[in-house]
């Protein structure tokens, strides 16, 4: 439908999962698109499936050098930006006992400060009529255990959610979250250590968890995120939960 013809996006975290199938929708509707990643595995491979229309920069999600440097390649490419999709981010299934400082900072940095910051460096590139979505996660609104850290990092997220909405709204700039439950095909457990039976065995609990009893797919977010980013004009501090009904339900 070319919905997002002439505009420019930014997607963190990018090069696998949710982020590489929104950018390859963003794509698909005409979008000029910036994915961030940090293994060069997957750098080059994300290139390699998105073409012309994209560009795969290494960047660190918690390294605020490296969102000025972001923020400039951004400038020097396309001037402005129209959609902001901050997406990086994983978390640790780790027991509360087990939590050390080391990884609660860790989780917190990258899901709470990092999206924090990125939208403070990129707001200004953004026209009226922009748009920024956050991925948060169920977990924080379920209790998940092993995810405290997780969880309490994605609340703050959905927090800021609502309160950079209502500071950026004079600017013509939106703000929402999309929120997803368990998602197949994204390898995001192996990506944390977890091995492939284990991982296996956690997804086909969450598939039973889940009230419509299947994971979904990262093409399904990526449609709620470019509803959030495109489509929802009328929209802003709000929360998108595509998790099969789980924290509804």
Request: proline fraction near 6%; charged fraction near 20%; aromatic fraction near 6%.
């Amino acid at each position: 439908m070319n919905r997002l013809n002439g505009k420019t996006a930014l997607i963190t975290g990018g090069t696998t999962g949710l982020g590489l199938a929104t950018a390859k929708l963003f794509i698909e509707e005409g979008a000029r698109v910036i994915v961030t990643g940090r293994n060069p595995e997957t750098i080059k491979t994300a290139q390699a499936e998105l073409g012309d229309y994209a560009i795969v920069v290494p960047s660190d999600a918690t390294s605020l050098p490296d969102m000025d440097a972001l923020a400039e390649k951004v400038k020097e490419t396309f001037g402005k930006l129209d959609v902001l999709f901050v997406n990086a981010g994983y978390g640790h299934f780790m027991p509360f006992e087990a939590v050390t400082e080391a990884v609660y900072d860790e989780m917190l940095n990258l899901n709470a400060k990092g999206p924090y910051f990125i939208v403070q460096k990129l707001a200004p590139l953004m026209p009226t009529g922009s748009s920024v979505v956050f991925t948060t996660s169920i977990a924080n609104v379920k209790a998940v255990p092993t995810l405290s850290a997780y969880g309490a990092a994605k609340a703050a997220l959905r927090a800021m959610t609502r309160s950079i909405a209502a500071e950026l709204l004079p600017r013509g700039i939106r703000v929402n979250a999309v929120t997803p439950g368990p998602i197949g095909s994204t390898d995001i457990l192996q990506k944390v250590g977890m091995p492939k039976e284990a991982a296996d065995q956690v997804y086909l609990q969450m598939a039973e968890s889940a009230p419509m009893k299947r994971l979904g797919r990262p093409e399904e977010i990526a449609k709620a995120v470019a509803f959030l980013a495109i489509d929802a004009t009328f929209t802003t501090g709000a929360e998108l939960p595509v998790d099969g009904g789980w924290s509804q339900l």
